[in-house]
């Protein structure tokens, strides 16, 4: 979709960050639960809030870069805007479910509102789909996955010792 090698780069760039943070953030959540079980699984859920604000983050620099080599037509620069704007002109897997998530990234940002791990994670491999499919990002690549349940879920069931 990007033609400019250099655009790309950067975007992989971008993503690689993402996927760090996402990384560091389930490392740290379950190296906190493994020697304090009675920390709150709400710690978690916190924590997951940085990459979900990054990872549409990059889909915004991605959408901004195929504005500017003409692949849609947006009068603003802003996700919510961008998003409507390449609504018919550029494949999507779900837009409406991105389109969704710029609330949720707003309410994060502007109102300090925070949303649960699995639902973060699940936006974030709803970019990282949407990223892959434009070949932004290889499909190759061995990111984290979301996993089948929520982290509040599967401490809870552990009992302290």
Same mark, same amino acid.
């Given at each position: 979709?990007?033609?400019? $090698?250099?655009?790309?780069? *950067?975007?992989?760039?971008?993503?690689?960050?993402?996927?760090?943070?996402?990384?560091?953030?389930?490392?740290?959540?379950?190296?906190?639960?493994?020697?304090?079980?009675?920390?709150? $699984?709400?710690?978690?859920?916190?924590?997951?809030?940085? $990459?979900?604000?990054?990872?549409?983050?990059?889909?915004?620099?991605?959408?901004?870069?195929?504005?500017?080599?003409?692949?849609?037509?947006?009068?603003?620069?802003?996700?919510?805007?961008?998003?409507?704007?390449?609504?018919?002109?550029?494949?999507?897997?779900?837009?409406?479910?991105?389109?969704?998530?710029?609330?949720?990234?707003?309410?994060? *940002?502007?109102?300090?509102?925070?949303?649960?791990?699995?639902?973060?994670?699940?936006?974030?491999?709803?970019?990282?789909?949407?990223?892959?499919?434009?070949?932004?990002?290889?499909?190759?690549?061995?990111?984290?996955?979301?996993?089948?349940?929520?982290?509040?879920?599967?401490?809870?069931?552990?009992? $302290?010792?």
């Amino acid at each position: 979709m990007i033609a400019n $090698p250099r655009s790309l780069l *950067i975007l992989r760039s971008e993503w690689e960050d993402v996927v760090r943070m996402r990384q560091r953030v389930q490392h740290l959540v379950v190296s906190t639960f493994t020697f304090d079980p009675s920390q709150s $699984p709400t710690f978690g859920d916190v924590l997951y809030n940085l $990459p979900l604000v990054l990872a549409f983050d990059v889909l915004t620099n991605v959408l901004l870069f195929a504005k500017d080599e003409g692949l849609f037509y947006s009068s603003g620069k802003e996700l919510g805007d961008l998003l409507d704007g390449a609504r018919t002109t550029l494949t999507w897997l779900d837009w409406q479910y991105l389109r969704d998530g710029v609330k949720s990234r707003k309410e994060v *940002i502007q109102r300090a509102k925070l949303y649960g791990d699995l639902q973060c994670l699940l936006y974030i491999a709803r970019i990282e789909g949407q990223l892959v499919a434009w070949g932004i990002i290889p499909s190759g690549e061995s990111y984290n996955r979301v996993p089948t349940g929520s982290l509040q879920y599967a401490f809870k069931a552990r009992k $302290p010792e």
